[in-house]
């Protein structure tokens, strides 16, 4: 079975403050993704990776950044949060053989800032 | 440019009675589409795909979704819900093996009543 982790269910950080979601996953996938999930709006891509030390913007980037030093592991960087970017915060993965392969999530990170 | 949208943000159905989400999407290219189910608490987790071939697609759980070009649609059926049904399901969209970003359906949220 795909297995996705992510290093907290629950974290309250301050306004300002730098913060590091962390996703690991355990298939060798080439792929993985951050997403966003705010209720009425469904799960908004922040940043995709195709590769090592490879990523690409996805639809809400601002704010955000990306690191992706191991094949297995992607983490999301806030740099300074702010208020607005309290929301559910999930990771994926996917193998590099097709597009239309399924995506494995993980159980999410909710982000509170205060 | 793709996107998908999904009529009804909660859907309340009786224990036994028939379960129908439904999903329009546009893609100026063929479509890869899917359903995904998020319990309480937990990430996604895939239903069904359709990628092509059959456009009549059965997935876990006794669910099943008909791919209607004509129509734009792919609505999720079941024909009797239960309980454990209660999740909210969302539904995705790739146009195509040549774009990597999968986008989602703002999600719908079904209740199940005793």
């Known amino acids: 079975d795909v297995k996705v982790t992510q290093s907290s269910r629950y974290l309250v950080k301050r306004t300002g403050e730098k913060v590091f979601l962390e996703c690991v996953q355990d298939?060798?996938?080439?792929?993985m993704f951050w997403y966003r999930q705010d209720p009425g709006l469904g799960l908004r891509l922040i940043y995709f990776?195709?590769?090592?030390?490879?990523?690409e913007k996805g639809d809400i980037p601002e704010g955000y950044s990306v690191s992706r030093e191991k094949k297995e592991r992607f983490s999301l960087i806030l740099e300074s949060a702010s208020t607005n970017q309290t929301s559910m915060y999930l990771c994926?993965?996917?193998?590099?053989?097709?597009?239309?392969?399924?995506?494995?999530f993980g159980p999410g990170t909710r982000l509170t800032v205060l | 440019a793709q996107s998908v949208t999904q009529l009804g943000s909660h859907v309340s159905v009786s224990e036994g009675a028939l379960v129908l989400l439904r999903c329009n999407y546009s893609?100026?290219?063929?479509?890869?589409l899917f359903w995904y189910v998020q319990y309480p608490n937990q990430g996604l987790q895939l239903l069904l795909k359709?990628?092509?071939?059959?456009?009549l697609v059965k997935g876990i759980n006794g669910f099943e979704a008909e791919f209607k070009k004509s129509e734009t649609s792919f609505h999720l059926t079941k024909p009797s819900a239960h309980m454990s049904d209660a999740a909210e399901y969302f539904c995705?969209?790739?146009?195509?093996?040549?774009?990597?970003?999968?986008?989602f359906g703002k999600g719908t949220k079904l209740s199940v009543i005793p």
């Open positions: 995705a969209v790739i146009s195509g093996a040549g774009s990597y970003q999968l986008t």
């Open positions: 994926a993965s996917r193998s590099g053989g097709g597009n239309f392969n399924e995506q494995f």
């Open positions: 990776s195709y590769d090592v030390k490879m990523k």
């Open positions: 893609s100026s290219v063929p479509p890869y």
């Open positions: 359709y990628t092509t071939g059959a456009t």
């Open positions: 298939m060798d996938h080439e792929n």
